[in-house]
């Protein structure tokens, strides 16, 4: 293997490492394949959650998300992360504070009492971005390290708000990215691995997780993910792909509670589109933690191995 | 601001209707909302974009067209102290959406900063400020995790604040420079004793 081309601090969060950790160890592995290496950002925190924290006092989760930035700006390293949770704090802070001198000086006056200080020399991209965009990755390379084609599987993508929601303030490279109420690049990539990308009614909708509503009032959540459980089931998919390790929870272990709360059961395979690359470049799902799902995965795992 | 014009008072009665500025009118709470969100909040007609693109409004009495306009006409108890504030995902399919490129996403943000200000804050939000300032991550690590980790060849713990624990004490700096963890324990301990 040729020395990594693109080389980037991953960010991991909270969910993917501490639930999902095939989504971390499939990025790793995959991206490398890809020429894209991802290195540890040693001591990084949560991102803030964007609605727990930012609900509560928003200089709190500028200064949170800073903390964050500062130690990918000492390795002097872009940010690369799986989560769009995570994108809504670390891009979307680093792009305030990049822009709002008042904001900035409010952060530094607290990131001083850590030696620390915020200097806005990097940026941030989700892996999926850099999956994408073939001043990266791109669609083509994806398809190309393929060794497992997905053949025959039928995939809906749940896209998940924050990494392109609003699209007024995103600065995507690929203007494809920017349309938010038909985007369809992830069906590209689900394309590439060899399955079938299926479109299915308001799939821009949110999971319904997000912001504290989870914890505030589990059934108004629950009952937002069961609407898009519905819209799926009438399509007949074999798996739902994400690249939010938060909607995956609320896909994946809100079916069981779905089952418990509301009686109805859906059986719907959830996995992260790292998790679907690993797949398809030829990992195990032994290699990919797939066990770990509420939901099993083997219907979906029969049809494509 | 108009509070009372003297009419008489079946159309005084008309006016008192949410549409129009009223006796509870706080002049203060529009600035304030602007201020924190950072969006144009008093640029909204009304026009119910918002409400129609909110996946919350369905199955629920949540409006944020009706907290749009509490914002604009100073209600601010009415505002912070309905439990509907609670029920935005922040999906910002209606920030997405607004015509006036409003964030009402970040006006209900704001109305909830503004709300904490009074204690008024549902407790699960306070348990991940919590958790946070204990381990680093909102989400921890836990055993059966940590063995899976093993097995797919990671650390047992993520190379974040769990396998860097000196990490943490920068946190609860922040953290505490805001006096956030004592509020946070202040409030959780009146709730649940």
């Known amino acids: ?305 | 601001m108009v509070r009372k014009k003297g009419y008489p008072e079946a159309l005084e009665k008309k006016l008192r209707d949410q549409r129009y500025y009223r006796e509870d009118s706080n002049p203060e709470f529009l600035p304030k909302v602007k201020a924190i969100s950072r969006t144009i909040a008093h640029m909204c007609f009304q026009c119910g974009t918002c409400t129609g693109s909110c996946p919350s409004a369905p199955r629920s009495t949540y409006r944020i067209r009706q907290f749009m306009r509490r914002a604009v006409l100073g209600l601010e108890n009415e505002a912070l102290t309905d439990p509907d504030l609670w029920l935005c995902t922040t999906c910002y399919s209606c920030t997405d959406r607004c015509p006036r490129d409003i964030a009402p996403t970040d006006v209900i943000m704001a109305m909830r900063n503004l709300a904490f200000k009074r204690d008024i804050i549902p407790v699960n939000f306070l348990k991940t400020v919590q958790a946070i300032y204990s381990s680093g991550h909102g989400v921890p690590n836990n055993d059966v995790n940590r063995a899976a980790r093993e097995r797919l060849g990671l650390t047992r713990d993520p190379p974040t604040t769990h396998m860097y624990p000196e990490y943490i004490k920068g946190i609860q700096t922040i953290l505490n420079h805001y006096n956030l963890k004592a509020n946070a324990d202040r409030i959780v301990k009146e709730r649940e004793g």
């Open chain 1, 1 to 305: 293997m040729s020395e990594a081309k693109h080389k980037f601090a991953f960010y991991l969060g909270c969910i993917a490492p501490n639930r999902y950790p095939g989504c971390e160890a499939a990025s790793i592995k995959a991206m490398k394949k890809l020429g894209v290496e991802l290195v540890p950002l040693k001591g990084a925190s949560c991102c803030p959650a964007p609605g727990a924290f930012g609900s509560i006092d928003l200089n709190v989760f500028y200064a949170m998300a800073a903390r964050n930035l500062v130690l990918a700006e000492q390795m002097k390293m872009d940010i690369a992360l799986l989560c769009n949770g995570c994108y809504k704090s670390i891009w979307e802070v680093n792009h305030k504070l990049k822009h709002n001198q008042d904001l900035k000086d409010g952060v530094n006056e607290v990131l001083k009492e850590i030696d620390m200080e915020f200097k806005g020399t990097i940026n941030v991209y989700h892996t999926a971005e850099l999956l994408y965009n073939d001043k990266f990755i791109g669609v083509q390379k994806v398809r190309d390290s393929v060794t497992n084609p997905l053949k025959g599987a039928r995939i809906a993508v749940h896209y998940g708000c924050h990494l392109m929601k609003p699209h007024k303030d995103r600065e995507f490279e690929k203007e494809s990215m920017l349309n938010t109420e038909h985007p369809t690049w992830m069906e590209e990539l689900v394309s590439a691995l060899g399955a079938t990308p299926v479109e299915y009614r308001n799939k821009m909708q949110c999971c319904g997780a997000g912001s504290g509503v989870r914890g505030y009032d589990i059934v108004h959540s629950l009952d937002i993910t069961n609407e898009k459980l519905i819209n799926l089931k009438e399509v007949k998919v074999d798996a739902l792909t994400d690249i939010c390790p938060f909607c995956q929870l609320q896909f994946d272990r809100g079916q069981i509670e779905i089952q418990e709360k509301f009686g109805v059961t859906y059986g719907l395979p959830v996995l992260h589109y790292a998790e679907l690359l690993g797949l398809a470049q030829g990992m195990s799902p032994q290699d990919l933690g797939l066990d770990l799902h509420g939901i099993s995965c083997e219907p979906f795992l029969q049809k494509v191995l």
